[in-house]
Nanobody, 123 residues
Framework: QVQLVESGGGLVQAGGSLRLSCSAS????????MGWFRQAPGKEREFVGT????????YYADSVKGRFFISRDNAKNTVYLQMNSLKSEDTAVYYCAATFRAPAATAGGYDYWGQGTQVTVSS
């Protein structure tokens, strides 16, 4: 069982930056691929990006490519989502997710989920 806890959400002005963190329990964090998703009110959960267990591979949704960056520190059991040039349409609850399988761009590819952290971008 893996427990994930997101932090770092908040209110930020458009054009600003925010860094989310996701801390994982357990001693096998370095074996998980990690993903970030988001869900805005009234919308389905949306893929944001993913990172492989070794951090050698990352993949992003077109909507955030070049603005958002995922990294991880396996020694700290933590994955990060650096969000730059934020837009009002980035407002959502952001979730991190983990899987022992390969990095995936769909929610079904993940086995464990955090509770989410709210990000609100004011225009």
């Amino acid at each position: 069982q893996v427990q994930l806890v997101e932090s770092g959400g908040g209110l930020v002005q458009a054009g600003g930056s925010l860094r989310l963190s996701c801390s994982a329990s357990g001693r096998t964090f370095s074996s998980y691929a990690m993903g970030w998703f988001r869900q805005a009110p009234g919308k389905e959960r949306e893929f944001v990006g993913t990172i492989s267990s070794s951090a050698a591979y990352t993949y992003y949704a077109d909507s955030v490519k070049g603005r958002f960056f995922i990294s991880r520190d396996n020694a700290k059991n933590t994955v990060y989502l650096q969000m730059n040039s934020l837009k009002s349409e980035d407002t959502a609850v952001y979730y991190c997710a983990a899987t022992f399988r390969a990095p995936a761009a769909t929610a079904g590819g993940y086995d464990y989920w955090g509770q989410g952290t709210q990000v609100t971008v004011s225009s």
